[in-house]
Structures are given as structure tokens and as C-alpha cells.
């Protein structure tokens, strides 16, 4: 595991404040990190354990084996940081492209060069594990599931509220958005350039601009 603090990376800053975890967190939140930095595939149980400070008997005893932990990660870790950064603010916008477009900024700002540096713990495990291990995918499926639905609910939202131009489909719209959000994360990790990060994530904000009725329009 890298000694990237904390609060160097978008991803790992803790979602909200609570009591010291259990056991079983620390180990998640630790395999996570691993994870995130190597790769599953290359991820170091060694490395967990000590980064914890917990025995391989007690890792087991929570988690029989690699796969499962990996499993608990994307169930527990990963699923939760999507659902609280991207899935979340769009479920409670009023306006839910203004919601979308907010969400985009604020996570281009929020980005560092550690973040296109390790890429986005979603995708990046995405490609590494869907194409071999199908209850890898299916976790990961699952949540991008989740992100489009959230999507397509908002968009469906402000086109019967008049707001968008009569040719949006709202699928299609959602699949554009999540993969365009992850290309832009994969084009700044490729890149380690923020600036292309930025365009990426500012070329979305116009398409996103232009699909909704002008004022003289509605």
C-alpha cells in the first residue's frame, strides 16, 4: 500500500464522522485502499494486515478468503462511496440537471493529481476483474445500475417538467453521463494532466447545457 495520506485522495476521505471501527471496517477500509492503489489481483494480504495491525486469523475469520474480501469491498466500500458522491445529490436536487452539472464541478475541483494518479477505484476495478471474474462484475454492474437509474430518474424528472428539448432520451443521456464521467477519470489518469480532467468534465457541462430548453422556449 502506498503512504498516500488520506486527505491527499478524493476517494478515501472519510464520507462522515463516526466511532472507531471494528474489526471488520478497518480491514475493509484497509483492503480498499489496497486495493485502489495495486490492483485486486496484486493487492497484498500482508500488506492489509499490517496497514491494521490485525491477525491473518482474525482477516479470516471475517473473510474466508481474497475473492470474498474483494467481494465485501465493492459491497460495502466502494458501492457506498458512489451511492454518497455521485448517486446521492441527484436524488435530492430540486433542479436535477443543475444537480448533475453542480456534481460534476464540484468533483473536478475536488480531484487532485493523487486521484488521476490511482483513477477511480470503480472503474479501474471494472476493468481489471469484470473481464475474468463474473461475481466481480455483477457487484460492479450493480452499482453502475444504481448510478444510471439515478440519472435516468432526474432527466426523466426535468423532461416532464418542460425543461429539456423534445429529443432527449433519458437512457441514453444516463449512459452517456456515467461513461463520460469515468472516461474523463481514465483520460486524466492515462494523461496525469488535471487540465484534461477539467475539459473532459467541462465538455459534459455544455452537452448537458444544451439539452435544456432556452427561457424563450419553454
Not at 16 to 44: C, M, W
Not at 50 to 65: E, I, M
Not at 113 to 128: M, T
Not at 194 to 217: A, D, H, S, V, W
Amino acid at each position: 500500500m502506498s503512504d498516500f495520506e488520506e486527505s491527499e485522495v478524493y476517494w478515501w476521505r472519510p464520507l462522515e464522522s463516526g466511532p472507531e471501527p471494528d474489526t471488520r471496517t478497518k480491514i475493509l477500509i484497509a483492503a480498499y485502499k489496497e486495493i485502489h492503489v495495486n490492483g485486486f489481483q496484486a493487492a497484498s494480504l500482508n500488506n492489509i494486515l499490517a496497514h491494521t495491525g490485525v491477525t491473518k486469523g482474525a482477516l479470516y475469520h471475517h473473510f474466508p478468503n481474497k475473492t470474498e474480501l474483494g467481494y465485501a469491498v465493492i459491497e460495502e466500500i466502494i458501492a457506498d462511496r458512489i451511492f454518497q458522491s455521485f448517486i446521492a445529490p441527484l436524488n435530492n436536487a430540486e433542479d436535477p440537471v443543475q444537480g448533475l452539472i453542480s456534481l460534476i464541478e464540484e468533483a473536478g475541483h475536488a480531484f487532485s493529481l493523487r486521484d488521476i494518479q490511482l483513477g477511480c477505484p470503480l472503474g479501474s476495478l471494472a476493468q481489471e476483474m469484470a473481464p475474468i471474474d463474473e461475481g466481480f462484475r455483477l457487484r460492479l454492474n450493480a452499482i453502475y445500475e444504481l448510478w444510471h437509474e439515478a440519472i435516468v430518474k432526474g432527466i426523466s424528472k426535468a423532461q416532464q417538467s418542460g425543461q429539456l428539448i423534445d429529443s432527449v432520451q433519458p437512457e441514453q443521456v444516463a449512459v452517456m453521463v456515467v461513461a463520460t464521467m469515468e472516461g474523463c477519470i481514465s483520460t486524466g489518469m492515462i494523461s496525469q494532466d488535471l487540465q484534461k480532467l477539467m475539459f473532459c468534465g467541462e465538455g459534459l457541462i455544455q452537452y448537458l447545457n444544451l439539452i435544456q430548453r432556452k427561457p424563450t422556449e419553454k
